[in-house]
């Protein structure tokens, strides 16, 4: 009897240290190939963009334009540095050669600036697919995990059972049945509250830096990029900036207002260790900042429209 004990004890040993490994299993930090893959930032250029100062407008001619374009098309003749050409362009009226030669610089200067503001909005669609891949990835792992979680606790709460009918042991009946309750109860609470899997992730150029601080310090942005996304007039409400716009809807993810918070430290300096969520919360913050600076475009077209009106 003894010896049929002994062997019984052998088989169901697995189901009674599985909670066990489980336990120490479930936050590991991943660095296989397919994280190393996404942590790297492939998405950042292969060189510096080259900014061009914003030249300030002379009062007289600041009036001038004031009188032709909106408030809007004003900032954005700002932060172009099209108010030479244009005042050229307006003080040569009879004068063919000087007018083509004026609209070009214009045009010139209008490409280079919607291309600053196509790479910036490019690098942060990519920052935010690598993101969101990595996250997916990461989401996958957790919920393997959570199924391997259910499964383990259904078979131990089985071999307790089958094992309470089968020894007629009751001091080793008891222990057993107890061993059992403790793993499932384990098992169960680790089900309702997964730690989850966690990725090491180091943000070398951080897109986002600039906007939660509210400066252009690391200098990622083009002078005539960052202007137009500091300037107050050209929000809807020109109470606030599209920098300070987007600041505000970043409190949404849990940050607090306030300096060097965890997940300040996380999101927007040099990165840490992120779990899936936060890696979610990564990707919709380069996604929203995505969609504002592709929306600038919009006040490029009246722009443009406003141009065309010129004589």
């Avoid at 291309?115 to 935010?128: K, P, V």
């Avoid at 504002?292 to 006040?299: A, E, F, G, P, W």
Wanted: contains cysteine.
């Amino acid at each position: 009897m003894a010896r049929m004990m002994k062997i019984f004890l052998l088989k169901i040993r697995p189901f009674l240290v599985l909670p066990f490994l489980f336990l120490t299993g479930c936050s590991t930090l991943i660095n296989n190939v397919q994280v190393q893959t996404l942590t790297k930032n492939y998405c950042a250029p292969n060189v510096a963009y080259k900014s061009i100062p914003v030249q300030a407008i002379p009062s007289v001619d600041s009036t001038r334009l004031r009188a032709v374009f909106s408030d809007h098309d004003f900032v954005l003749v700002k932060y172009l540095n099209l108010s030479p050409h244009i005042i050229g362009y307006l003080d040569n009226p009879g004068n063919p050669a000087v007018k083509l030669a004026a609209k070009q610089k214009v045009t010139d200067r209008y490409m280079l600036f919607e291309t600053e503001l196509n790479a910036i909005a490019a690098e942060l669609d990519c920052n935010g697919e690598r993101i969101d891949k990595l996250a997916g990835y990461m989401d996958e792992l957790n919920s393997n995990t959570q199924t391997r979680l259910t499964v383990a606790s259904i078979l131990l709460g089985a071999v307790t059972a089958v094992t309470a009918t089968t020894i007629k042991n009751d001091k080793l009946n008891n222990g057993l049945s107890i061993a059992g309750g403790v793993g499932t109860a384990v098992l169960g609470f680790m089900t309702l509250n997964p730690k989850g899997k966690r990725v090491s992730m180091h943000l070398e150029r951080n897109l986002l830096q600039g906007i939660w601080f509210q400066n252009n310090n690391a200098q990622i942005y083009p002078a005539s990029v960052w202007g137009i996304l500091s300037e107050k007039g050209f929000s809807n409400s020109e109470n606030f900036s599209l920098v300070e716009t987007m600041r505000q809807r970043w409190l949404k993810y849990g940050l607090e207002d306030q300096q060097n918070s965890p997940l300040e430290k996380l999101y927007f300096n040099t990165g840490g260790i992120f779990t899936a969520e936060q890696l979610h919360d990564l990707a919709n913050m380069h996604n929203e900042l995505q969609a504002t600076i592709r929306s600038v475009q919009q006040d490029l077209r009246s722009l443009m429209h406003t141009l065309s009106t010129l004589d």
